[in-house]
């Protein structure tokens, strides 16, 4: 039967009638492709939650008589009007009556402890114009929180990602029907996307987090035929428990060019994951020799192995470490150890185990200590019905680490390669540290702004929510977790000092080798298998000119095989329209600007503002970065290139796989850091 009207803006799903579309049942356009979508899944009989919409007749009520929305973004002044009619919408009356209403109709839904409340934009359901990933939803929302996220939803039709798409498409700014679908959260064992294009030889394509059993991927697989046969090509969300999908919207399918494949196809079954946040290259020989060693010889929480090139990672269940003190005790004795082993050259073997001993107590010590002590921040926040992710980076600012230090002494290259030259452009032991090659460290780039954040305020409003009795424990609680952030930025600089420490020991080797004549040049021996290197060096092989002719091309032409075919990133993050990339809102606000490949060309910045789009930035570059906005195609909201952005007050977009590809130098963009978006313009 129709959908049924239950007040002025409420409007209950249930299933066509027939498989007409469900706009020429008498059903309001209003609730939005969204909803219509659910509804398309339920005719053709697969397992959708219970729903209902709010129409669009909301969205314009609260708009009503607010400020008037630029009719371009990109002319004087639009952002700051933007801001005020999102002000001005977030502040509307509810109309009379809707928000019993609305409590009336979240308290029907069967099973709705938590909740799921997300747009339902007019065109989310058409193939020229569905802002795939462009507008905001909220999952897992308690009941006593709908309003709240609902004008979440509503506030993001007229963010400045939004109506810079709506302008693309020829749509007037604001004037898009936003309704909003309302339905229990759906908490399974996977979650995803999947997508058959139609073609005869095609097969489904299934993108999910989580356990995808033999069982799921074929009912899943059955669904999208069924679905194509109705609609042609179609792509789905879904969430699974065990075996059982449940579907969650329908959109048309726009296969594009082919996905790369995995760089091993075991990686989707055994969890290994790229590591592209902090290796987004492929690794040298020698990189990938001490990855293989490190990862037989210490017990550390993650396994590590190289995969098509790329460093891939997975959990590893070892045992919780044990320390005294805390995360900044830990770091601190770890130091005084490496003060002492890396105070001169040691030979090869000699260089490993230094850094063994220095790497397992970092990663299995150090490391889960400041975690443990960040994650008790958050659970106290969490129990106090604060929200962690907000506060948490608001309260980590400003702690003095090498981080600070970094940006400090960015400006000075001479004084920058003196306190951080084991550092290098990339994490691989072949790279040059800066000591090495100082001139090739950028010009300063961010400045550091004259303000530092304080997180005094957001510490405040914690505290003045707790009694008296509770304030010594949580001034405790949060100075640790401030002591473990910056253990957090120092542990990188102990690191690169370890590795530094091996990187001469092989420079030494290929020295030898060199002046033997096997090698052309010493910094050749990073091409070589680094187990070869470590038995020459011990005198149990010998190696040949040509047959280190032979490794080294052999290694070169690997390497540029390994850069041609990137493993994939996670294409559910991805916006599929062209021009537009999606990835996680790092840090807020919007910015217009030109865009450069970063490290940047030759020839210097443009004169407009300059938004950095990389594969990942390290820590230690972040300082060296002049940028208006970041967008980095790794990493998440409260990783250091999104920390480092909010403490700096500019835009950044993280985890926007695809920017690189998608984003040409000199390209003019809106980078909204409040939306997760980037968008080109003109």
Known sequence: MPARPVSHFCVVLAPP????????QGQSHEIGGKARSLLRLQA????????????????RALRHGGPPLPREVAEPGALARIAEAVAALRAAPWPGGFAD????????????????????????DDPDALG?????????????????ALRDVLAAAITPAALAYLARGGRATGQLPMAVLIHPFVAGTANGTAALDGAPDAAPVIEARGAVTPALRERLGAALMGLVARHGAVEVEWAARGDAPVFLQLRAYRAGRARRPPADARTAETGWRWDAAHNPLPLSPAQAGLVALADARCTVPFAQKVIGGYLFYRPREVAAPATVGGPRAALDELEALANRRLAKPEPLEQSLETFLAIYEPLFAVVQPAARAARRALEERLSGLGLPAAELVPALLVSVPSAATARAALAGDRAAYAAAFG???????????????????????????????????????????????SERADWDRLLAAAREAAAVAE????????????????????????????????????????LDLVRRAARGEATVTREEASRLLAAAHAEDARARAMPPSLDAADVGTTAGWVRGRGGAPGACIGVVRHWPLPAGGAPGEPLVIVARTILPTELPLIEAAALVVETGGVLDHVAAQARERG?????????????????????????????????
């Open 650 to 682: 500019i835009p950044a977009v993280v985890g926007a796989a695809g920017a690189l590809a998608a984003l040409s130098d000199g390209d003019r963009v809106l980078v909204d850091g409040d939306a997760g978006l980037v968008a080109r313009l003109g």
């Open 17 to 24: 009638a027939s498989d007409s579309p469900p706009h020429s």
């Open 132 to 148: 795939a990933g462009l507008y905001t939803s909220r999952v897992d929302v308690r009941p006593e929180d709908v309003e709240a």
């Open 101 to 124: 209403e609305l409590r009336a109709r979240v308290a029907a839904l069967p099973g709705a402890a938590r909740l799921s409340v997300r747009s339902s934009a007019e065109t989310e």
């Open 422 to 468: 084991d550092e290098a452009a990339v994490w691989d032991v072949a790279a040059p540290t800066w000591r090495e090659e100082a001139a090739a460290l950028p010009a300063r780039a961010i400045a550091v702004a004259s303000q530092p954040a304080d997180p005094g305020k957001a510490a405040a409003r914690v505290r003045d929510r707790l009694p008296e």
């Open 44 to 59: 053709a009989g697969l397992p959708v939650p219970p729903a209902f919409a709010v129409t669009a007749d909301l969205f």
């Open 490 to 529: 120092d542990d990188d600089a102990l690191y690169a000092r370890a590795q530094a420490h091996v990187r001469r020991a092989l420079l030494a080797e290929g020295e030898r080798l060199a002046a033997a004549g096997v090698l052309e040049r010493a910094r050749d021996v990073f091409w070589l298998p």
